[in-house]
Nanobody, 124 residues
């Protein structure tokens, strides 16, 4: 069964850190680009970062540059989103999406599979 499962979200104070995980199963994960998106209440799903099969990355959200990084461990079918120096405006549900053909895009419509999301709340 094809599946993406995010975890690692939670409540953190401003300036804190979280590491999200996206575990894939049921498909050839290592041939897919993986994108991290987030969606705050009342807003559209926003592309944050994407990682290619090679480990190369693309950042879509300018506000996370220098604070968020993405990495993947193909042996574990897992992609990580390391989030540092968190701000209140980073609060959202974070999703990972998988796109075949090793194609990264900032558009959520371009992804083939999605996880259920994990909530990140940054608040004092």
């Amino acid at each position: 069964q094809l599946q993406l499962v995010e975890s690692g979200g939670g409540l953190v104070q401003p300036g804190g850190s979280l590491r999200l995980s996206c575990v894939a199963s049921g498909f050839d994960y290592y041939t897919y680009a993986i994108g991290w998106f987030r969606q705050a209440p009342g807003k559209e799903r926003e592309g944050v970062l994407c990682i290619y099969t090679s480990g190369g990355t693309t950042t879509y959200a300018g506000s996370v540059k220098g604070r968020f990084t993405v990495s993947r461990d193909n042996a574990k079918n897992t992609v990580y989103l390391q989030m540092n120096s968190l701000k209140s405006e980073d609060s959202a549900v974070y999703y990972c999406g998988a796109r075949r053909d090793n194609y990264c895009s900032s558009s959520a419509q371009m992804y083939d599979y999605w996880g259920q999301g994990t909530q990140v709340t940054v608040s004092s």
